[in-house]
């Protein structure tokens, strides 16, 4: 069926050190992916996304890897800081139609001083 | 103006009251979404409107009813809630209903509805 999840809840990471944020998806159909960033109490922040037909594509300090034979994708963020804490989700469209978006369970980034 | 702005931040309600939420983007963008999201999920869709237009309801119940008054406009009219209910209320919007490279939603900040 369709679903979007994430290896880990909770991931702990020192200030400075990179951060990898997992997630699995099952619609081998999807031409793209979303990584959103959630802050207490704001709505969900697009970081960045990635078409199907790349492995990887890079921002400032967030690299998005994309593995299609096992249906993983991950989010580095480099030189973790303390305005990285957040829930993160992966996205991806709905099977079918992609006026709708399917969010993961979310990974929640706590960073240690 | 690249933001969408929802109002109220906060709602407390009680079962017998009709209230509105509100949000509203002035970037030209012509999908509008209403979004549910209980605490420590992930949002749910609820609605999306194209051009105007109801395009998904996602079976919710019909004490939730969307309004979309004109491309920059979307309301959520509420009546009859539970307690259930209560949860954060998110729209977002993008440029067309298909997504694809760069065309991410935009998400407001969200409304807190209680329901009492």
């Known amino acids: 069926g369709e679903s979007v999840g994430l290896h880990l809840p909770t991931l702990s990471v020192q200030e400075g050190d990179n951060s990898i944020i997992n997630c699995a998806y099952s619609?081998?159909?999807?031409?793209?992916f979303i990584w959103y960033k959630q802050e207490s109490g704001k709505g969900p922040q697009f970081i960045i996304d990635i078409r199907s037909n790349m492995d990887k594509r890079q921002g400032q300090r967030v690299t998005v890897l994309l593995n299609k034979t096992v249906k993983h994708l991950s989010l580095q963020i480099a030189a973790t800081q303390p305005g990285d804490s957040a829930v993160y989700f992966c996205a991806e469209p709905s099977e079918g139609r992609d006026d709708k978006i399917i969010f993961g369970k979310g990974t929640r980034l706590h960073i240690l001083p | 103006d690249t933001e969408v702005t929802q109002t109220p931040k906060h709602l407390v309600m009680g079962m017998t009251n009709k209230k509105s939420l509100k949000c509203e983007q002035h970037m030209g963008h012509r999908a509008m979404y209403w979004y549910k999201q209980k605490a420590k999920k992930p949002p749910e869709l609820m609605f999306v409107?194209?051009?105007?237009?109801?395009?998904i309801n996602e079976s919710v119940p019909s004490r939730f009813s969307p309004e979309c008054p004109n491309s920059s406009l979307l309301n959520l009219h509420l009546h009859a809630l539970q307690p259930e209910d209560s949860a954060l209320y998110l729209c977002?919007?993008?440029?067309?209903?298909?997504?694809?490279?760069?065309?991410?939603?935009?998400f407001g900040s969200g409304t807190r509805l209680t329901v009492v």
């Open positions: 977002a919007s993008s440029q067309t209903s298909l997504g694809g490279i760069g065309d991410g939603y935009t």
């Open positions: 619609n081998s159909a999807s031409d793209y």
């Open positions: 409107y194209s051009y105007e237009k109801l395009s």
